[in-house]
């Protein structure tokens, strides 16, 4: 059983940036395709972006691209999603995602892909 555990949600301006982590309790991530997601009130989970078991694939939303990096540091044991040029509707719950899967190379960025979920962390834009 994988334990997730995000941080580094906050409030922040419009334009501001943050910085949030996560790190697996009880296992390494060297095995697992990781990925993050959010969910605004009232509505669905969406996906925000996903890294390979390498680091060296990665996949993003289209409302994301050019201003979220999500990378990971196998050393660390960490996964870390760069959060630049905020806007207000990027306000929501963000949610890290872990899978186990057997290829380096494999993104995955559709939720039910994902067994191992976080509890979340806030994040909130204001205009």
């Known amino acids: 059983q994988v334990q997730l555990v995000e941080s580094g949600g906050g409030l922040v301006q419009d334009g501001g940036s943050l910085r949030l982590s996560c790190v697996p309790s009880g296992r390494t991530i060297d095995y697992y395709a990781m990925g993050w997601f959010r969910q605004a009130p009232g509505k669905d989970r969406e996906f925000v972006a996903a890294i390979s078991r390498s680091g060296g694939s990665t996949d993003y939303a289209d409302s994301v691209k050019g201003r979220f990096t999500i990378s990971r540091d196998n050393a660390k044991n960490t996964m870390i999603l760069q959060m630049n040029s905020l806007k207000p509707e990027d306000t929501a719950v963000y949610y890290c995602?872990?899978?186990?899967?057997?290829?380096?190379?494999?993104?995955?960025?559709?939720?039910?892909?994902?067994?191992?979920w976080g509890r979340g962390t806030q994040v909130t834009v204001s205009s």
């Open positions: 995602a872990a899978e186990s899967v057997l290829r380096r190379d494999y993104v995955l960025r559709t939720s039910y892909e994902y067994r191992y």
